[in-house]
């Protein structure tokens, strides 16, 4: 009997441990799984939290300042333009890019040259199966301006910095002449193809600018490569700054004029949405105004027509060049949509 009891009281001393091992593991499990889950739900919690929060910083829109829609207000002269850079830039090189745009600008403003030409054409076939008509619109515009200045002819006006990483500037220009250059070239282009089942439209958008002071030596050098493509509602946009490839923050990008500015146009002949960034809208209005008003002035019209074997065909196609300048008189917003008023003329 007293064996039994010492083998038993042996086998249970062995046991004890193992069952300790045991339920020490299974609660390291149950705490593996439980840390698991938690941060699992912990994840969603944050990144769901993280998302709404961004989301709602996109939501409220950017208040741009006064001087921005009434420059005319705030330049020293008529010889002046309002620059923007790219989003997501620190306010250092995103003012200094934006005013290097504004004094291109400002440049085309004085003296521009602009070739202009328009497609129109139209196709309708048919036979006994089939009945099948289409449409091609295309509009095309060159600019471009070569200027030599000083910098100490210009004068900054105004600046400001959106929470978007944008920089507004606002130049003038005091005295013509120098021994820096300033050339600036742009083209915009509107392809719209249409036929009974869609329609599809392709934007072009280019603006390069390269200010080189005398010699050509650097560092003074400055320069900016912007082109934005976009088919439908896709698009892509190129920037490079002074050799530095610019990352576009693709956000929804929203804004709104002061309480105190009223509308200038109930209906503006051409708006542009602000979704993509204030430059992108700005650049395309500019644009889209020139182009406009430069089709209202001389052009030379070629026309064709043909019509064999049930299939007509015709091109109507407009050319003009001529040197301009125009002033930026203002602009509004509504509805997040940009309108510009510009002043174009003739030389």
Same mark, same amino acid.
């Given at each position: 009997?007293?064996?039994?009891?010492?083998?038993?009281? *042996?086998?249970?001393?062995?046991?004890?441990?193992?069952?300790?091992?045991?339920?020490?593991?299974?609660?390291?499990?149950?705490?593996?799984?439980?840390?698991?889950?938690?941060? @699992?739900?912990?994840?969603?919690?944050? *990144?769901?939290?993280?998302?709404?929060?961004?989301?709602?910083?996109?939501?409220?829109?950017?208040?741009?300042?006064?001087?921005?829609?009434?420059?005319?207000?705030?330049? #020293?002269?008529?010889?002046?333009?309002?620059?923007?850079?790219?989003?997501?830039?620190?306010?250092?090189?995103?003012?200094?890019?934006? $005013?290097?745009?504004? !004094?291109?600008?400002?440049?085309?403003?004085?003296?521009?040259?602009?070739?202009?030409? %328009?497609?129109?054409?139209?196709? %309708?076939?048919?036979?006994?199966?089939?009945?099948?008509?289409?449409?091609?619109?295309?509009?095309?515009?060159?600019?471009?301006?070569?200027?030599?200045?000083?910098?100490?002819?210009?004068?900054?006006?105004? +600046?400001?910095? *959106?929470?978007?990483?944008?920089?507004?500037?606002?130049?003038?220009?005091? =005295?013509?002449?120098?021994?820096? +250059?300033?050339?600036?070239?742009?083209?915009?282009?509107?392809?719209?193809?249409?036929?009974?089942?869609?329609?599809?439209?392709?934007?072009?958008?280019?603006?390069?600018?390269?200010? *080189?002071? #005398?010699?050509?030596?650097?560092?003074? @050098?400055?320069?900016?490569?912007?082109?934005?493509?976009?088919?439908?509602?896709?698009?892509?946009?190129?920037?490079?700054?002074?050799?530095? %490839?610019?990352?576009?923050?693709?956000?929804?990008?929203?804004?709104?004029?002061?309480?105190?500015?009223?509308? !200038?146009?109930? @209906?503006?002949?051409?708006?542009?949405?602000?979704?993509?960034?204030?430059?992108?809208?700005?650049?395309?209005?500019?644009?889209?105004?020139?182009?406009?008003?430069?089709?209202?002035?001389?052009?030379?019209?070629?026309?064709?027509?043909?019509?064999? =074997?049930? @299939?007509?065909? $015709?091109?109507? #196609?407009?050319?003009?060049?001529?040197?301009?300048?125009?002033?930026? +008189?203002?602009?509004?917003?509504?509805?997040?949509?940009?309108?510009?008023?510009?002043?174009?003329?003739?030389?």
């Amino acid at each position: 009997m007293k064996v039994f009891c010492s083998l038993w009281i *042996t086998l249970a001393l062995l046991l004890i441990p193992a069952m300790g091992q045991a339920q020490s593991q299974q609660v390291c499990r149950s705490l593996d799984e439980d840390y698991l889950r938690y941060l @699992k739900i912990m994840e969603e919690e944050t *990144t769901g939290a993280d998302k709404d929060l961004l989301d709602l910083y996109y939501r409220i829109p950017e208040q741009l300042p006064g001087w921005f829609f009434n420059p005319t207000q705030y330049a #020293r002269n008529d010889r002046y333009f309002i620059g923007i850079s790219e989003p997501g830039m620190d306010s250092l090189r995103a003012l200094k890019l934006a $005013g290097l745009r504004a !004094r291109a600008l400002a440049a085309l403003s004085q003296n521009a040259r602009i070739n202009h030409i %328009t497609d129109h054409y139209q196709r %309708t076939r048919e036979d006994a199966e089939h009945f099948d008509q289409g449409s091609r619109f295309l509009d095309y515009s060159k600019i471009a301006a070569r200027q030599t200045h000083a910098k100490t002819n210009w004068s900054v006006e105004k +600046t400001y910095y *959106t929470r978007y990483g944008e920089g507004i500037v606002l130049v003038s220009m005091d =005295n013509t002449g120098g021994e820096d +250059t300033l050339s600036v070239g742009g083209e915009f282009m509107q392809l719209t193809r249409e036929d009974e089942v869609f329609m599809e439209q392709t934007l072009l958008c280019r603006l390069n600018v390269l200010e *080189t002071p #005398r010699g050509n030596l650097p560092p003074g @050098k400055n320069e900016s490569r912007y082109l934005r493509q976009a088919l439908g509602e896709h698009f892509l946009i190129r920037s490079v700054f002074n050799a530095d %490839t610019l990352v576009f923050p693709y956000h929804p990008y929203r804004y709104v004029a002061p309480g105190n500015m009223a509308i !200038r146009k109930e @209906k503006p002949d051409i708006t542009f949405s602000l979704k993509d960034g204030l430059w992108n809208g700005f650049i395309h209005l500019l644009f889209s105004n020139l182009t406009l008003q430069n089709r209202q002035t001389d052009s030379r019209i070629k026309s064709s027509y043909d019509q064999y =074997n049930l @299939k007509n065909q $015709g091109i109507i #196609r407009s050319v003009s060049g001529h040197n301009c300048h125009f002033r930026l +008189t203002g602009l509004s917003l509504k509805d997040n949509h940009l309108s510009m008023d510009l002043l174009v003329e003739s030389l």
